[in-house]
């Protein structure tokens, strides 16, 4: 047996006041950035465990308070964050293991996203910075929404970029838009919705029953349509999710706008991990929304 699942198994019996005693682990695929596992014990009980190099420690810190936050919206099954190891050079994130793959009730995710976003605070952002993907997400809280996307979103990103290379049009083009945010945002006044914030079609799923879960949260509050939004950018979640969502949550007539403006902010982050022909998509983008002020 590997020494850290020794490391695991005690961290999990410390946590929950059971001793788990291995029976098998295999590697699972899928993470581009974490390798994952699933650990199960001679009892019966399973874990998903995420392994990681101990520099990246804060990453899964922010995680399973992201996972604790989401759980605060009892429409979706979000999984506990077990516990947190520090074994050698790596360190391990254990969640409580889901079952995926039941059928997709796109109405019972609705739903559940809409229950999600009628949860608010006072302020946008968030009590910590987490991360999107592997590259930080500043989340300092503050009462202007307009201002926190401006500089915490578009304007990191753009100044990431600029260090990793992008070419003088994406950056002049992104800092154009900054400087029109005022007038792109109009009189579009958001309530700080609690938001998943990276809901790409690999972070939600279903259970054997059919209840949606959401998992691998960049957690912040912010505008509700960042979430929707980034659900048509890498899959779409279909009719019946937004029949669902509107009828609980209406999305008005500026969402098109917005949904572009939005995921401009991930197709940065795209560029500033992967580079690639993500430059030039983000230049488009913010062309088009700098269209829509002519």
């Known amino acids: 047996m590997e020494a850290w699942i020794e490391a695991v198994c005690a961290a999990v019996a410390n946590a929950t006041g059971k001793d788990l005693t291995p029976a098998r682990s295999a590697g699972v695929g899928g993470g581009s950035i974490s390798q994952g596992f699933s650990l199960a014990g001679t009892d019966g009980r399973r874990f998903f465990v995420k392994k990681n190099h101990v520099r990246r420690r ?69 009590t910590m910075d987490n991360f999107i993907g592997s590259t930080p997400q500043p989340n300092p809280p503050g009462t202007d929404w307009v201002a926190f996307y401006r500089e915490h979103r578009l304007a990191f990103q753009r100044r990431l970029a600029r260090d990793n290379g992008a070419g003088k049009a994406l950056l002049d083009v992104v800092a154009r838009l900054e400087t029109d945010l005022d007038a792109l945002l109009g009189d579009h006044r958001p309530n700080p919705s609690l938001l998943h914030g990276d809901l790409w079609s690999g972070n939600w799923g279903f259970l054997d029953d059919g209840a949606p879960t959401l998992f691998d949260p ?43 403006l939005y995921n401009l902010y991930h197709i940065l982050n795209h560029f500033n991990l992967f580079g690639g022909g993500y430059a030039s998509q983000a230049e488009r983008m913010a062309r088009r929304l700098l269209s829509e002020l002519c």
């Open 58 to 126: 804060a990453m899964f810190a922010a995680e399973a308070a992201g996972l604790e936050e989401l759980a605060r919206c009892q429409a979706l099954r979000i999984p506990r964050a077990i516990a947190l190891v520090d074994h050698g050079d790596a360190c391990f994130l254990v969640l409580e293991h889901l079952e995926l793959g039941g059928p997709a009730d796109g109405a019972a995710l609705g739903r559940g996203v809409a229950a999600l976003h009628a949860i608010t605070a006072p302020r946008f952002g968030w």
């Open 218 to 260: 960049a957690v912040y509050y912010g505008d509700r349509e960042a979430d929707i939004a980034m659900m048509e950018l890498f899959g779409h979640p279909g009719r019946d999710f937004f029949a669902a969502y509107n009828e609980a949550e209406p999305l008005d007539a500026g969402y098109p706008v917005r949904r572009e």
